[in-house]
Nanobody, 123 residues
Framework: QVQLAESGGGLVQSGGSLRLSCVAFGLPFSSYTIAWFRQAPGKEHEFVAV????????YYGDTVKVRFTISKDNNKNTVDLQKHSLEPEGSAIYFC????????????????WGQGTQVTVSS
């Protein structure tokens, strides 16, 4: 059974930093692209960042590209999202999702999802 689990969310002040982690079970992790999406109340999923199955290629959403860094460890089955200079607009539930050997930014392209971790940025 495939399972993704996010961790690292919480309350942080504006301008602060936070590191989110996603661990995967039950799939050949080195063959899966992992993406992060976020969803604020009343809004649709927004693409944040993606890293390909080898970790060689990354791509970021326009609102986060200079402040977030995504990394992948195929030995530990984990993907981390390092976030800097957080803004209140970044408050949302952050989800990691997995897709087989692709580079996609639309949530419907992803087969497996975690339950999400809440990030709240106070002003």
């Amino acid at each position: 059974q495939v399972q993704l689990a996010e961790s690292g969310g919480g309350l942080v002040q504006s301008g602060g930093s936070l590191r989110l982690s996603c661990v995967a079970f039950g799939l050949p992790f080195s063959s899966y692209t992992i993406a992060w999406f976020r969803q604020a109340p009343g809004k649709e999923h927004e693409f944040v960042a993606v890293i390909t199955w080898t970790g060689a290629t990354t791509y970021y959403g326009d609102t986060v590209k200079v402040r977030f860094t995504i990394s992948k460890d195929n030995n530990k089955n984990t993907v981390d999202l390092q976030k800097h200079s957080l803004e209140p607009e970044g408050s949302a539930i952050y989800f990691c999702a997995a897709a087989f050997k692709s580079l996609k930014v639309r949530p419907q392209e992803y087969s497996y999802w975690g339950q999400g971790t809440q990030v709240t940025v106070s002003s």
